[in-house]
């Protein structure tokens, strides 16, 4: 073998400090315990302050530090706000999980430009400018980091009836090789998870239809929808030094959705 000593991956988030979109419920929330679970300090982001107070005490409840911080990432002066805030809390995130996101199902015959707005505003641009404040003092300081944007499987399969979130979702993937690419020198790692079925108050519309259920459970290989859980360890993977050579990356936790179709 070649190269240095090999050690063993680490896991390990101790003295990280992980800022999570989207933390006050869902997956946002499940990952947010996830990482301080893993050891990172949290700063947690959603449009308002007080949703976040249950995942700040559990947080909190690990011995870990939480900071709850209200933005709406649709609206960049709100997001400018936040880095302001975040600077003058004296915190300085290293791992970014980008997951605050919308959903609208409208067939697309009857999609009016205000819902695309919405939908791309939330879920790609607010994206691109989070992970923007979020880079722009770790290349000035010479630190690396790392990213982590929540793509879908509907980047990669057609799903009717949401094809402004689909847009939204797929343009999140490029944009995830892109900026992999441009900040790979600097040490900023960008990786983008790919949940399969997970049951929110984002997908609940479609958990309300057994018929649905039944046949999707049909064509899920692990013949179950994912637990929140489930998504963790591949963020904590993506975020820490175990993936120090991975970037640019799709990792879709789907339970064998995408290989078998
Ligand atoms: P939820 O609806 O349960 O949670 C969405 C989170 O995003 C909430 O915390 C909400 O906070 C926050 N949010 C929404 N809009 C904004 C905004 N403008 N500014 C700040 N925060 C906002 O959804 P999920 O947990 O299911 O989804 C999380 C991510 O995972 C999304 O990006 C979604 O697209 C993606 N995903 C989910 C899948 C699933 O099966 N559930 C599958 C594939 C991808 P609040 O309303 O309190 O402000």
Redesign the pocket.
């Known amino acids: 073998m070649r190269g240095g000593a090999v050690t063993g991956a680490n896991f390990d988030l101790t003295g990280r400090v992980a800022l999570v979109?989207?933390?006050?419920?869902?997956?946002?929330?499940?990952l947010a315990e996830g990482l301080a679970a893993h050891g990172a300090d949290i700063l947690a982001?959603?449009?308002?302050e007080v949703?976040?107070d249950p995942v700040c005490e559990a947080v909190a409840a690990q011995g870990r530090t939480a900071i709850p911080l209200a933005?709406?990432?649709?609206?960049i002066a709100?997001i400018d706000e936040l880095f302001k805030r975040i600077q003058s809390l004296g915190m300085s995130p290293d791992i970014l999980v980008?997951?605050?996101?919308?959903?609208e199902v409208c067939p697309s015959a009857e999609v009016m430009p205000d819902l695309w707005d919405r939908i791309v505003?939330?879920?790609l641009k607010?994206a691109f400018f989070v992970a923007q404040g979020f880079a722009r003092p770790l290349l000035a300081a010479g630190r690396g980091g790392s990213i982590v944007n929540?793509?879908?499987?509907?980047s990669a399969v057609g799903v009717p009836t949401a094809a402004p979130?689909t847009a939204s979702?797929s343009g999140l993937m490029g944009m995830t090789r892109a900026l992999s690419s441009e900040w790979a020198g600097a040490g900023i790692r960008v990786n983008a998870?790919?949940?399969?079925?997970?049951?929110?108050?984002?997908?609940e519309v479609f958990y309300r239809d057994e018929d649905w259920q039944k046949a999707m459970l049909g064509k899920i290989p692990m013949r179950r929808?994912?637990r929140?859980e489930d998504l963790v360890g591949a963020t904590v993977f993506l975020a820490s030094d175990a993936a120090a050579y991975v970037t640019g990356q799709i990792l879709y936790v789907d339970g064998g959705y995408l290989a078998s179709i």
Do not use: C, M, Q
């Open positions: 979109t989207g933390a006050s419920r869902g997956i946002g929330r499940a982001v959603g449009r308002d949703t976040l933005a709406d990432v649709s609206d709100a980008n997951n605050a996101g919308i959903e505003d939330t879920n607010g929540l793509g879908s499987l509907t979130y979702k998870l790919g949940p399969g079925y997970f049951r929110t108050e984002l997908t929808f994912g929140l």
